[in-house]
């Protein structure tokens, strides 16, 4: 797994969306690492001069170096190759700055991105959080080579995470619905997550907890043991499910967007390919990508099998 910080993938409102890329992590885990963002790594060679072809030629589809982005790699080069289309993988290449050159330059084809980080690495004081608005100033900040296409429901990003019988004592189902219980709650996180986040929760949700615990990546297991009663846990942590936690919804998007979604580079793929990345982002969703998470990071199985699996299940392969 990389070092990087996984922190990095939250899109901060205000000022703080130019911290994205440079944040210590917030509930990192052995599920994946800082998708795309921060130091290269030597598997910039992975990156080769084989260009992506359009109609008829070959796609390459790159990720970078943490297990769910091979993961969702994978699912893109398998639902490409389900369709007929020639496809050339080139896998844990390293972090953004390494593989967003090579879509350009069209060594790759084809990447799985998070559009709220991918937006703040482009334009780190943009302020949208919404997929639509995330989305639509992507369309702008892109160069005319590139595009994203249709984003996924599945995210990984922030969350406010609950252990399952606490949601369901209290009847929680979003951040909202702490607002009459956080005075007797301990709330856990990194270390700087209380100075980040503190005001935040109050001014949007109205929040005050009792005490915040800097738990740091025993987060999700600080849950389970109920030491604390709310964490700051990522959606796509395989502990989620492991543990049988509940990630609050977020209707006033404190944590901004995170989709996953395929960027490309347009020269490189025709209609037949774009439909079935297209598809792929139809079908998945972040319980479910947690759930192969889990068999890739904790059950250790092979990703591009977890792929296999998930793509037949999904009338995809």
Known sequence: MSTINRSRRAVLLGTLAALALGATACGSSASSSNPLGGESSAAASGAGSTAGGGSGGTVVVGSANFPENVLLGSIYSQ??????????????????????????????????EYNGSLLAYLDAKNTAVTTQDVN?????????SLAVLDSSP??????????????????????????AKAGEFTIGGPPEFKSR?????????????????????????????????VGNVFTTDPKIVQYKL???????NVFGAQNITPLVNKAGLDATATAALNAVSAKLDTAGLTGLMKRVSVDKED??????????ANGLA
């Open 79 to 112: 639902a490409l190759k389900a369709k007929g289309v020639k496809v050339e993988e080139k896998f844990n290449i390293g972090s953004r700055e390494v593989i967003y050159g090579q879509l350009q330059s069209g060594n790759l084809t084809v990447l799985p």
């Open 303 to 312: 990703p591009s099998t977890v792929a296999k699996d998930w793509l037949k």
């Open 197 to 229: 986040r503190e005001q935040q929760f109050k001014d949007v949700y109205g929040l005050t907890f009792k005490e915040w615990k800097p738990t740091a990546d025993t987060t999700a297991n600080a849950l389970k043991d109920g030491s604390i009663q």
């Open 154 to 179: 599945a995210e990984d990003k922030d969350s406010l995470s609950v252990a399952q019988e606490t949601a369901d004592k209290y009847n929680l189902k979003s951040i909202s619905d702490l607002a």
């Open 246 to 252: 509940v990630a609050l919804s977020d209707p006033k």
């Open 136 to 144: 639509a100033a992507l369309a702008k900040a892109l160069p005319s």
